[in-house]
Structures are given as C-alpha cells and as structure tokens.
C-alpha cells in the first residue's frame, strides 16, 4: 500500500464548480500535513497546511480526519488558474529528521 | 529573492558519464533534500541533510552521491548515469522542523541516453 493515495484524475470540471479532492495517508504517527500545487514542467509550491480543525484559504478549505487518516482540498468558484496539479504531502519525524512523502498527485482542468 | 536556485535547467548525458548537479538557497534553512520524479511515481526522496555537516540516505539513493559543501549549498552527483536516471531533479530546503513545508528549485530536466 502507498504511504500516501491520491486520486490521480484528472478531474474536468467547468469554471465556477467546487471541486473536492481527497487524500488517505497510512502511517498513524504522521505529524503534519500539506497540500501542494504543481504546475505543468514547474516545481511544486506550497498551497496551505492542513489543521485539525481545519482551514481555509480564500476559496480552498483543507480538511483533516487522524482518525480516518484522510485528508481533503475543496476548492470553490473554481478558476481557469487553478488547473494544476495537486500533491498531497504528509510530513513524519524520523530518527534521521523529518521526512515529508508526497502523494503522486491529483490532475486538475478548469474549462470555460 | 532567489530562494532555492538549481543549476543546470537542462542537462542531456551519454550512459557512463558524470555530472554534478548544483542547488543553493539563500533562505538560511538548516535542512535540505534532494527529490526525483517521474511519471506516476510521484516524487522520491534521493539523498538528505538535516543540517550543515550531516547527509543520509532516503527512499532512491542508488547511482548517487552528494555533498552538503556549506549551510547554503547541497549539491548531487552521479558517477555513472544510467537511462534509469532520466528524470526531473529538485532540490528543495526548509528550516530544521520543516513545519512550513519546503521551498523547491525549479528542477533540473536530465536525459541519459
């Protein structure tokens, strides 16, 4: 089983939809959690962190469930800019330091 | 504002040569990371260093080797490429908890031919 799984997509969607994106991660002990954004050819950047509570960014909310070891990305009013791809990220504390693992990521296409 | 900076962009080999890639960052991070990816892999962890003086191995670490040359710079070599090799390389830094994720490079696209 992969440490972190993600839907790979892609997930076509129209311009104003709210789209939802889930991620489960398999190690209990995980610590924090992130959701990235990576644009075609480019480097990934950080999008938000992921709370317990949860968080909102603007039209992005970040949801985590420890329990269910499940993480998710909604993003509402969706914008021709968001399509990206995005990589779920999930950060451990090892005997070597902290390691993140990155989920292969999640397509998206916002279309008019 | 450069953040983390990697050289080359672009990089084409012949099986069996060697190659150094370069990756700097000006953001005073302790800690810094090389990763590849590939289509469908996602992307793996190479080789890291959790501090100045210190490197280790993460998940790929076979063919490579690298060099923590100072706090700013964290540099991967390879020995001898292999067409297995071709991939798109980042380096990334982040302070030492990595609580605010990491800063990546642009990548350095490598074919081995």
């Known amino acids: 089983r992969k440490e972190v799984e993600q839907d790979p997509g892609p997930f076509n969607v129209p311009e104003g939809a709210t789209v939802a994106f889930n991620c489960t991660y398999s190690?209990?002990?995980?610590?924090?959690f992130f959701w990235y954004r990576q644009d075609c050819r480019k480097e990934p950047k950080l999008l938000m962190s992921?709370?317990?509570s949860g968080n909102e960014d603007g039209r992005f909310t970040a949801q985590l469930n420890r329990a269910s070891q499940y993480i998710s990305l909604l993003i509402r009013d969706s914008k021709l800019s968001d399509s990206a791809t995005y990589l779920c990220v999930v950060k451990e504390v090892t005997g070597g330091g902290n390691k993140l693992t990155f989920g292969t990521g999640t397509q998206l296409k916002v279309e008019l | 504002n450069a953040g983390v900076t990697q050289t080359p962009k672009f990089q084409v080999l012949k099986t069996g040569q060697s190659m150094t890639l370069q990756c700097a960052q000006d953001m005073n991070h302790n800690s810094m990371y090389w990763y590849r990816q590939d289509p469908g892999m996602g992307l793996r962890l190479i080789y890291y260093?959790?501090?100045?003086?210190?490197?280790d191995k993460g998940e790929v670490p076979n063919g490579y080797n690298v060099s923590r040359l100072n706090k700013r710079e964290f540099s991967l070599r390879l020995e001898s490429a292999a067409p297995s090799q071709t991939s798109v390389y980042f380096c990334?830094?982040?302070?030492?908890?990595?609580?605010?994720?990491?800063?990546f490079g642009s990548g350095t696209r490598l074919t081995v031919v």
């Open positions: 992921v709370y317990s």
């Open positions: 260093s959790a501090s100045e003086g210190t490197t």
């Open positions: 190690n209990s002990a995980s610590q924090s």
């Open positions: 990334a830094s982040s302070e030492q908890g990595g609580n605010y994720g990491y800063t």
